[in-house]
Protein backbone atom coordinates (compact mmCIF):
# COMPACT_ATOMS: atom_id res chain seq x y z
CA UNK A 1 0.00 0.00 0.00
CA UNK A 2 1.41 3.32 -0.80
CA UNK A 3 0.29 6.40 0.69
CA UNK A 4 -1.52 9.26 -1.25
CA UNK A 5 -2.21 13.05 -0.81
CA UNK A 6 -4.82 15.01 -1.60
CA UNK A 7 -4.05 18.96 -2.45
CA UNK A 8 -7.22 20.75 -2.35
CA UNK A 9 -7.49 24.38 -3.75
CA UNK A 10 -10.33 26.46 -3.30
CA UNK A 11 -8.96 30.27 -3.70
CA UNK A 12 -6.56 28.79 -1.01
CA UNK A 13 -4.05 26.10 -0.45
CA UNK A 14 -5.32 22.95 1.79
CA UNK A 15 -2.80 20.81 1.72
CA UNK A 16 -3.07 17.05 2.94
CA UNK A 17 -0.67 16.53 5.37
CA UNK A 18 -1.73 13.34 6.22
CA UNK A 19 -2.43 11.27 3.44
CA UNK A 20 -4.30 7.93 2.66
CA UNK A 21 -3.24 4.35 1.82
CA UNK A 22 -4.50 3.23 -0.69
CA UNK A 23 -3.74 0.11 -2.91
CA UNK A 24 -2.89 1.69 -6.25
CA UNK A 25 -2.64 5.06 -8.50
CA UNK A 26 -6.03 3.64 -10.07
CA UNK A 27 -7.61 3.81 -6.47
CA UNK A 28 -6.16 7.27 -5.90
CA UNK A 29 -7.89 8.76 -8.78
CA UNK A 30 -11.08 7.42 -7.82
CA UNK A 31 -10.76 8.62 -4.90
CA UNK A 32 -10.09 12.09 -5.87
CA UNK A 33 -13.09 12.40 -8.03
CA UNK A 34 -15.36 10.86 -4.85
CA UNK A 35 -13.30 13.59 -2.63
CA UNK A 36 -14.30 16.64 -5.44
CA UNK A 37 -18.15 15.56 -5.82
CA UNK A 38 -18.67 15.60 -1.93
CA UNK A 39 -16.96 18.67 -2.01
CA UNK A 40 -19.13 20.01 -4.28
CA UNK A 41 -22.54 17.99 -2.96
CA UNK A 42 -21.49 20.29 0.39
CA UNK A 43 -21.76 23.38 -1.18
CA UNK A 44 -24.97 22.71 -1.76
CA UNK A 45 -25.03 25.39 -4.92
CA UNK A 46 -23.29 27.91 -3.97
CA UNK A 47 -20.02 27.53 -6.27
CA UNK A 48 -20.05 30.89 -7.28
CA UNK A 49 -18.45 33.53 -7.59
CA UNK A 50 -15.05 31.73 -7.10
CA UNK A 51 -16.23 29.00 -9.29
CA UNK A 52 -12.15 27.38 -9.53
CA UNK A 53 -11.30 24.31 -7.60
CA UNK A 54 -8.44 22.13 -7.92
CA UNK A 55 -7.28 18.70 -6.24
CA UNK A 56 -3.82 17.01 -6.65
CA UNK A 57 -3.42 13.59 -5.54
CA UNK A 58 -0.06 12.40 -5.52
CA UNK A 59 2.25 9.93 -3.83
CA UNK A 60 6.00 10.78 -2.78
CA UNK A 61 5.68 14.00 -4.70
CA UNK A 62 5.36 12.24 -8.19
CA UNK A 63 1.36 13.43 -9.54
CA UNK A 64 -1.29 10.64 -10.31
CA UNK A 65 -4.35 12.90 -11.27
CA UNK A 66 -5.10 16.94 -10.94
CA UNK A 67 -9.14 17.24 -11.46
CA UNK A 68 -10.28 21.44 -11.83
CA UNK A 69 -13.65 22.11 -11.68
CA UNK A 70 -14.48 25.79 -13.29
CA UNK A 71 -17.59 27.03 -13.44
CA UNK A 72 -19.04 30.70 -15.03
CA UNK A 73 -22.37 32.12 -14.25
CA UNK A 74 -23.46 34.43 -17.23
CA UNK A 75 -24.71 38.03 -16.32
CA UNK A 76 -28.36 38.56 -16.24
Not at 60 to 69: L, N, P, S
Request: proline share 4%; net charge negative; with cysteine.
Amino acid sequence: MARYFFHFHDGTDQPDLTGTELASSNDARDAAVVFMGKKLKDLDGNFWPEGLWSIRADETDATVCTIRVTGDQPAV
